[in-house]
């Protein structure tokens, strides 16, 4: 699949391709760039945050840091596409840029999917009762977690007395094997889900979690993850960030998922 791009002066410029991924099912792989490539700080370009946008739902962001004044990436095509479906990929500037100069300004793309079958990984994680610990901190975790997107999913993450639920759905799930993780027993189709998902902080909607989960095999010492939740309008407002590491107890535990639909 070629890639398509769109640019405009004086906005962002965003490149995407769609390709079927047999890990994770289509996704769309992105390059973000702007109009002036390698200037100094304070021409204009900046590190202005830039949305990545799939048919208007913010899927990743980024910054034009210098010298380099681009960045890509790969995110999953939205739940329920199929091949043949024609998807709107979006760089939108967030925030003024280094000038001065109130952000806004945007540029689009429009990929198709491959014209094929392409299914993800039919596969679930679950886990719980244990701690992470993080600068003395203890952080516990239960979990149910589908790789398809079309069940509902359980993520409670406590800490300190506080305490993060995701909703249901999540906006992203890339599941995948790494055939350096011996992830066995039980056999399963992956070792590693990374997911994007929106919950209630504190009992307040408008946060973000984003997680990355590893089984590596029992009795589970080996296995990994990462926590990070923010503020969705305010991405700074970081209130958990756990960093991949080791469980310092419990389990992860990867399946074949259920039939269902």
């Keep these: 699949m070629g890639w398509s791009a769109n640019a405009q002066a004086h906005h962002p410029n965003i490149a995407a391709e769609a390709v079927c991924e047999t890990e994770s099912g289509f996704v769309i792989n992105y390059i973000a760039t702007t109009w002036l490539p390698g200037v100094e700080p304070g021409n204009g370009a900046g590190n202005t945050r830039i949305d990545i946008l799939i048919d208007g739902v913010v899927v990743d962001s980024g910054s034009f840091d210098y010298p380099e004044y681009a960045f890509s990436g790969s995110v999953p095509a939205p739940s329920g596409a199929i091949g043949g479906d024609s998807l709107t990929v979006m760089a939108l500037a967030v925030d003024s840029w280094d000038n001065g100069s109130t952000g806004g300004q945007s540029a689009a793309t429009t990929v198709t999917l491959p014209d094929e079958e392409c299914a993800p990984v039919n596969g679930r994680f679950t886990g719980g009762g244990h701690q992470i ?16 997107l079309l069940l509902s999913n359980n993520l409670e993450i406590n800490w300190q007395g506080k305490k993060f639920h995701m909703t249901e759905h999540l906006i992203t799930a890339q599941c995948s094997d790494d055939p350096a993780i011996v992830q066995f027993p039980p056999d399963a189709p992956l070792d590693t889900l990374v997911g994007v998902g929106t919950g209630r902080y504190e009992n307040q909607d408008g946060y973000t979690i984003e ?51």
């Design 211 to 261: 997680f990355t989960l590893v089984d590596a095999g029992e009795p589970g010492t080996m296995d990994e993850m990462a926590i990070k939740v923010y503020e969705t309008a305010n991405p700074a407002n970081v209130v958990l960030d756990v960093p991949q590491q080791r469980l310092d107890g419990g389990n992860l535990q990867a399946h074949y998922d259920q039939p269902h639909k």
């Design 133 to 148: 610990r993080v600068d003395g901190v203890r952080v516990t975790r239960g979990l149910t977690i589908h790789c398809d």
